[in-house]
């Protein structure tokens, strides 16, 4: 689960402006599927579950990868080049 279904779920996540709405439906996903597999019906046995698995809410995951991204992003040299353009010249 964590690693082939949930990198493909959360792919560019990190990149896009994500509403709560569309995270709330991708971690509807894999809660449903975490349910599907052990074969439960309850929310709060999927919640344990996922806490058992180390498998948190999608929420938590995606801050956790644009500050990721974010991070590295700001280090690249050309990156404050082109952003500081920007800022300038917002109309480029």
Do not use: W
Request: charged content about 20%; overall charge positive.
């Amino acid at each position: 689960m964590k690693s082939y279904c949930v990198p493909f779920i959360l792919f560019a996540t990190e990149a896009l402006p994500l509403s709560n709405r569309i995270i709330s439906m991708l971690d509807n996903c894999v809660s449903k599927a975490m349910a599907k597999i052990f074969s439960l019906t309850h929310g709060d046995n999927i919640l344990s579950v996922r806490q058992l698995v180390n498998l948190p809410r999608l929420t938590e995951i995606i801050e956790k990868r644009k500050q990721k991204f974010m991070d590295r992003l700001l280090q690249l040299d050309y990156f404050t080049v082109i952003l500081n353009v920007h800022t300038a010249n917002p109309f480029l």
